[in-house]
């Protein structure tokens, strides 16, 4: 317990599925956490928490959102030392009837909101003496996945720019890492089209035999948090269950 004890970590998406369970296991380990997302049900995931936990109305795409959630942070608990880049969106639809405005959003939701939010949280983690940022992707990051262009084409941006990342703010003192989840039982993964059959297949190839749970990412989000991940950066860390093997 109290890996994360006295600091303070900025959890978007945190409305639902890995994003509230982001921002409860960092709580529980000791750290004070802002939630933030588009959708209102993040209060009810902080009020849960408690007085460690603040709800910002978020949309990632927006620098100053940005900047409101970070100044809102340092007011409430002081500087912050951990962002956990978790908003996401997936659409599944091939390529040739995939409007453009959907794509955007995909894009925008998924690459932009986590370069504005590495952009937002670098200066004021480099003067606070470092920090540690995790950029939630996917194992669509690293295969492409037919019925899904937007969503693989922004998690590779994501992966790539966690590795640019790590290297430009190495020297102030910030690590910067990405976790890979797989199949995960998130309300993202049921809402997509034929997601029962989908589960099932992906339960019959992986090698566990079943589909995460948000408390397993959840755990290795904590770690690259931590000081047990301290000379840990510019890594991405697979959470699928030995899907892609």
Do not use: Q
């Given at each position: 317990?109290?890996?994360?004890?006295?600091?303070?970590?900025?959890?978007?998406?945190?409305?639902?599925?890995?994003?509230?369970?982001?921002?409860?296991?960092?709580?529980?380990?000791?750290?004070?956490?802002?939630?933030?997302?588009?959708?209102?049900?993040?209060?009810?995931?902080?009020?849960?928490?408690?007085?460690?936990?603040?709800?910002?109305?978020?949309?990632?795409?927006?620098?100053?959102?940005?900047?409101?959630?970070?100044?809102?942070?340092?007011?409430?608990?002081?500087?912050?030392?951990?962002?956990?880049?978790?908003?996401?969106?997936?659409?599944?639809?091939?390529?040739?009837?995939?409007?453009?405005?959907?794509?955007?959003?995909?894009?925008?939701?998924?690459?932009?909101?986590?370069?504005?939010?590495?952009?937002?949280?670098?200066?004021?983690?480099?003067?606070?003496?470092?920090?540690?940022?995790?950029?939630?992707?996917?194992?669509?990051?690293?295969?492409?996945?037919?019925?899904?262009?937007?969503?693989?084409?922004?998690?590779?941006?994501?992966?790539?720019?966690?590795?640019?990342?790590?290297?430009?703010?190495?020297?102030?003192?910030?690590?910067?890492?990405?976790?890979?989840?797989?199949?995960?039982?998130?309300?993202l993964l049921h809402d997509a089209?034929?997601?029962?059959?989908?589960?099932?297949?992906?339960?019959?190839?992986?090698?566990?035999?079943?589909?995460?749970?948000?408390?397993?990412?959840?755990?290795?989000?904590?770690?690259?948090?931590?000081?047990?991940?301290?000379f840990v950066t510019g890594s991405?860390?697979?959470?699928?269950?030995?899907?892609?093997?």
């Amino acid at each position: 317990m109290g890996r994360v004890r006295g600091r303070v970590a900025i959890v978007t998406g945190a409305a639902r599925g890995m994003g509230a369970s982001h921002a409860r296991v960092l709580a529980a380990e000791g750290a004070r956490v802002v939630l933030t997302d588009v959708d209102a049900a993040g209060e009810g995931v902080a009020a849960r928490i408690g007085d460690g936990a603040l709800f910002v109305r978020h949309d990632v795409r927006n620098a100053d959102d940005w900047a409101r959630v970070v100044e809102r942070a340092e007011g409430a608990f002081g500087s912050v030392d951990i962002l956990v880049n978790n908003a996401g969106v997936a659409d599944h639809e091939p390529i040739e009837s995939l409007s453009e405005e959907r794509f955007r959003r995909e894009w925008e939701v998924n690459a932009l909101g986590v370069f504005l939010g590495m952009k937002a949280v670098v200066g004021p983690m480099a003067r606070a003496g470092g920090g540690s940022i995790v950029n939630v992707c996917s194992i669509s990051s690293m295969v492409g996945e037919a019925g899904a262009v937007g969503y693989t084409a922004s998690k590779f941006a994501a992966y790539g720019m966690t590795r640019v990342a790590a290297k430009e703010f190495g020297p102030k003192g910030i690590r910067v890492n990405s976790v890979h989840p797989g199949p995960i039982d998130t309300p993202l993964l049921h809402d997509a089209p034929g997601s029962a059959d989908a589960v099932l297949m992906m339960k019959e190839m992986s090698p566990l035999g079943r589909i995460g749970a948000p408390e397993e990412v959840s755990a290795v989000v904590l770690f690259l948090a931590s000081d047990d991940a301290r000379f840990v950066t510019g890594s991405g860390y697979v959470v699928d269950g030995g899907l892609l093997a």
